[in-house]
């Protein structure tokens, strides 16, 4: 989860790296570090709270140095405070970050109290901080020092690290957690994503699995996971440098909710023609695996899961494969059964989500005929490994409750499901077409959705002092009524559940009362009849609905029921539409209570750590 940033220069970098903990703030922000090298020792800054709070600790003198890292930190071992906050020294002559969970080292700490080092923090990084300590100086070396150490490590771990004696390279490493190195001329600097560098440069190197690298200003040593010299390439970056601000916005979730019929657009273009789904976008490969799949099984976290949810309907409705979607933090834990010809399909939005990496890896020795990746993230490590990919044009997204991220998956995962079933010769000529002409009206239908957002700030005014909601759908709204429960809670600090409206007499009916804002998703579908009967048996026990509708659907406001017109939209992309408005829902009754709507608490964006 947390950011690292380094940078080895002939200028001062503290600039640098300070704007690249902004860059990276999204991914942790419970306290922030920096460490520089002098002549002297090491100058170390570090406290507790945002990037802001450091800034302000440094005051109008900041400390200077050609070399040196920094971290901004979501929370694993140890609450956030200072003494837990990242760069970690060791006896004055090694700093480190790092990202990920070292899962053995309570037996690493042992040894090392057994040799003599003292520990004042709560953290595994401290732990690894002096076991590459301890390894430097029996080496003499920090790039082999790192080498013997986390060869031996189990868990997860980026790690960036400088040597007091040796000021002239910074050593990096990875497994299970991303890493980049940003190449300059005379200069070189990491980071965990693109995004914090791009302000000084745009040429990367994407670090594998198993990697470390010294960085010098003249250059980059990599070794691989066997300790053999390897080259890996150069990939030059097509991201805007301004495409993580907030470009005028409140917010970055404001923001991005706004840029929504634009990336939909950006997320089918080249996938569809004018009434065709291409698919060999997906790869060389594609044309031949689609016809041979029988089902699909579908790995994801959070709001990726919802969006495989989606998919699980569109599949089997008009593909007419069984799809199985299952959590990626579960997944692997479980001896699933692999049914023949059963196609693994990963959803993650930075491509490199810690569990469902893990799940991908798992299946290539579970006998799965082969796998996909729908990502938004074209160099990480998800698109790498996996045989074919679907590409979502989001761009970079800041806020931590996914909205744009989101939406384009479920356009991805629907483009996906035309091609399947034109491969198994389940869509006619006229069906494509007809598909492809909803894709590509999708972004003006989201342009109307958004009309609806000053009536949406009245709304949110009734959660103003509510502490729980109900979200409810049929069919494939149900994934909708998930995902906006999910946005609700997590940016609101309002306990919200989703259910099925067929549910409700299963249980959600006794939670119901004159207290609980009850929200629906109505479009004007085959099971409208029988949702309208479940929020009778809501407005029976006193329930304040809120229901999202199309404007053919038949309701209309009263006492106790607030009917939002929404515009209409054709059955393939209803829900992709109707996830809309629950996100400006969402965003307006965050902003109310007054929350921090980009990073909200105990959360971040990245999910690096298992």
Not at 144 to 149: H, L, P, Q, R, T
Not at 268 to 279: A, D, P, Y
Not at 302 to 325: D, K
Not at 505 to 526: F, Q, R, S, W
């Amino acid at each position: 989860m947390c950011g690292i940033v380094g940078a080895i220069a002939e200028r001062d970098v503290t600039p640098i790296l300070i704007e690249g903990l902004r860059r990276l703030e999204y991914r942790g922000y419970d306290s922030a570090g920096v460490a520089l090298l002098r002549d002297d020792g090491i100058d170390r800054v570090r406290c507790v709270g945002k990037v802001q709070a450091l800034v302000d600790k440094m005051g109008a003198a900041p400390p200077r140095g050609v070399l040196g890292i920094a971290h901004t930190r979501w929370a694993t071992h140890g609450v956030p405070a200072e003494e837990n906050a990242h760069p970690m020294v060791s006896r004055g002559r090694l700093a480190l970050v790092h990202n990920g969970i070292i899962e053995d080292h309570e037996r690493l700490k042992a040894e090392l109290a057994d040799a003599g080092y003292a520990f004042d923090s709560a953290t595994d990084t401290e732990v690894l901080s002096h076991a590459i300590h301890r390894a430097l100086e029996a080496k003499g070396d920090l790039f082999d020092a790192v080498e013997s150490v986390v060869h031996g490590l189990d868990g997860a771990y980026a790690i960036a690290a400088v040597d007091q004696h040796h000021r002239d390279a910074l050593v990096v490493a990875r497994r299970g957690t991303p890493l980049v190195i940003g190449i300059g001329i005379g200069e070189h600097f990491v980071a965990s994503d693109i995004a914090a560098l791009l302000a000084v440069t745009r040429r990367f190197i994407f670090l594998e699995e198993g990697d470390i690298a010294r960085v010098t200003r003249g250059g980059v040593e990599i070794r691989d996971l066997h300790g053999k010299p390897v080259t890996r390439p150069v990939t030059e970056s097509a991201l805007d440098p301004d495409a993580a601000s907030k470009a005028g916005y409140r917010h970055y979730m404001q923001k991005e909710i706004f840029e929504q019929p634009r990336v939909v657009t950006d997320t089918w273009h080249g996938l569809v023609s004018e009434s065709r789904v291409l698919t060999a976008a997906m790869g060389p490969e594609a044309e031949a695996i689609l016809p041979k799949v029988h089902s699909v099984t579908i790995v994801a976290c959070g709001t990726s899961f919802h969006a495989g949810l989606v998919a699980r309907y569109w599949l089997e409705a008009i593909a007419g494969v069984p799809c199985n979607v299952e959590l990626a933090s579960e997944y692997r834990y479980r001896k699933p059964v692999v049914a023949n010809d059963t196609l693994f399909v990963t959803i993650s939005q930075s491509g490199e989500t810690l569990d469902t990496l893990a799940a991908l890896r798992f299946a290539k020795t579970a006998g799965y005929l082969a796998t996909l990746g729908i990502v938004n993230v074209p160099e990480s490590s998800m698109v790498r490994e996996t045989d074919l990919s679907l590409m979502t044009a989001a761009g970079p997204e800041i806020g931590v409750a996914s909205t744009k991220a989101f939406t384009t998956q479920l356009v991805a995962l629907l483009i996906f499901t035309l091609m399947l079933a034109k491969s198994k010769g389940r869509l006619s000529d006229a069906a494509e077409a007809d598909g492809v002409r909803q894709l590509r009206s999708l972004a003006s239908v989201i342009e109307n959705c958004l009309l609806i957002d000053d009536t949406l700030t009245q709304t949110a005014e009734r959660f103003a002092d509510k502490q729980h909601a109900l979200f409810l759908g049929r069919g494939v709204m149900v994934p909708i009524a998930l995902e906006g429960a999910l946005q609700l809670k997590e940016i609101s600090y309002i306990h919200a559940e989703g259910s099925a409206a067929g549910e409700l007499k299963h249980g959600p009916l006794a939670l119901v009362d004159e207290h609980m804002p009850v929200i629906a998703v109505a479009p004007n579908d085959e099971l409208l009849g029988k949702l309208k009967s479940n929020l009778q048996e809501v407005r029976a026990r006193g329930g304040q609905l809120i229901v999202f509708a199309d404007k053919q659907a038949g309701f209309a406001s009263e006492e106790g029921v607030t009917v939002i017109d929404m515009p209409h939209a054709d059955e393939l992309i209803a829900p992709i539409v109707y996830n809309v408005p629950l996100q400006l829902l969402s965003y307006h009754v965050a902003v109310l209570r007054g929350t921090d709507v980009d990073q909200p608490r105990n959360l971040a964006k990245s999910v690096t750590v298992e």
